[in-house]
């Protein structure tokens, strides 16, 4: 089982980045997914799940700026990250649970001016 995590790049405060997340070689479908990030010098944060069913969780730092959504078919979870902040810049990993929790290698987001 591999996840592979892109999208991540350089954007100014208050830019955007959509974050994609594939799965190879096992299907999550009904299974969570989702996203942590983590910043030099800080633990990994939680940021956002969503479950087989589509319900969504998001932390409160990121609550009404990103969305989470998955593509079945494609066997693929997205986060949308809008109003980006300076705070927001980190390393961010997917995963998705089947038992036992799955990650992808990361994919960095810088948010800077």
């Known amino acids: 089982v591999q996840l592979q995590a892109s999208g991540g790049g350089s954007v100014q405060p208050g830019g955007s980045l959509r974050l994609s997340c594939a799965a190879s070689g096992s299907s999550f479908r009904g299974n969570v997914m989702g996203w942590y990030r983590q910043a030099p010098g800080n633990e990994r944060e939680w940021i956002a799940t969503?479950?087989?069913?589509?319900?969504?969780n998001y932390a409160d730092s990121v609550k009404g700026r990103f969305t989470i959504s998955r593509d079945v078919a494609k066997n693929t979870v997205y986060l949308q990250m809008n109003s980006l902040k300076s705070e927001d810049s980190a390393v961010y990993y997917c995963?998705?649970?089947?038992?036992?929790?799955?990650w992808g290698k990361g994919t960095l987001v810088t948010v800077s001016s």
């Open positions: 969503i479950t087989g069913g589509g319900t969504t």
């Open positions: 995963f998705g649970r089947r038992g036992i929790t799955y």
